[in-house]
Structures are given as C-alpha cells and as structure tokens.
C-alpha cells in the first residue's frame, strides 16, 4: 500500500473563497490543499490533490487511486453526491478506504442533498466542519 491519500474535489469546489461564501466560507481550495500537505507531512503521508468539474475524471481518478494502492481517498463530490451512480460504483470498486468529505452538513440543508449515492459507498463521512472537515477525514485516514 502506498502512504499516498487522493483528496479529490468535484464541480464548483474550484471556486471555493468566493462561493456562496456565508456556506464555504473564504478558504479557497488551494488554502485546503496547503493545510492538508502539511498536516500530511506530520502523520508520514502525502497528497495527491485534484479537482474537476467533470464526472468521468473523478470516475478516472477513483480507479487510479484504486489501481494505486492509496491509502485513503478523500471524496468531496460537490453536486454529483447527490447524483452520481457512476461515483457510487467507482467508490465500491476501491480497496482502501473511501472517505466522503463535505464543508458544510447537506442534511442540514435543502430536501436534495439529503442523499448521497458517495455516502452509501463511502466508508464514512465527515460534513458541516468547512474547510477543517478535509484535515478531520485525513487524521481519520492516517488512524486506518
Ligand atoms: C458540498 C455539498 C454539496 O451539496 C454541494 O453540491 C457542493 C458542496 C460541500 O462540500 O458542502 O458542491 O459537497
């Protein structure tokens, strides 16, 4: 197993700091990356940080995580959560662990986002701390 953790991001998260910023807060996605490699760097672990607004490529980069050895993926799957049976089985495909992170809590929020096609394949899921839930599921991810 490799100590390599895939942080992946999905639609809008590129724009993360300007929005709807009273729900994300101002952190932007690079500020998230710099907390998560250092916090990497203390537990012996490094990341492997990526973005895209398209649902393929996360598809692509959940197998390559798998066919990696990772020893985590940590998944904030923006809107596709709500959506994505494609990511739903990219996520079983996966030995390791599959992490769903989110800022803010979609339960707390509207009807919609209260399923998560990542959540009932994920191991477990950390939501509702903003940009501290990505440093949250990598202390969980390094414990496993
Ligand atoms: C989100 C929650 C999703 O419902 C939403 O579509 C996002 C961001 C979060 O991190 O809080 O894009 O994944």
């Known amino acids: 197993m490799s100590n390599a953790v895939y942080v ?3 639609p809008n998260l590129n724009l993360l700091g300007t929005r709807e910023p009273e729900i994300y807060g101002t952190t932007t996605l690079d500020d998230i990356g710099a907390l998560l490699t250092e916090r990497a760097a203390e537990l012996g672990l490094t990341i492997e940080m990526r973005q895209s607004n398209h649902e393929g490529l ?3 980069w959940i197998q390559e995580a798998g066919a990696a050895g ?3 993926v940590l998944l904030n799957a923006g809107a596709f959560t709500h959506t994505s049976v494609a990511l739903h089985d990219a996520i079983k495909s996966v030995k390791g662990p ?3 992170v989110h800022l803010s809590n979609p339960h707390a929020r509207e009807d919609f986002r209260h399923k998560s096609y990542v959540g009932m394949a994920a191991k477990a899921t950390i939501a509702g701390f903003g940009a501290r839930s990505y440093v949250l599921a990598l202390d969980a991810a390094a414990t496993l």
């Open 8 to 10: 992946l991001n999905g």
């Open 58 to 60: 996360l598809v692509d």
């Open 70 to 72: 990772a020893k985590a």
């Open 98 to 100: 599959v992490i769903e």
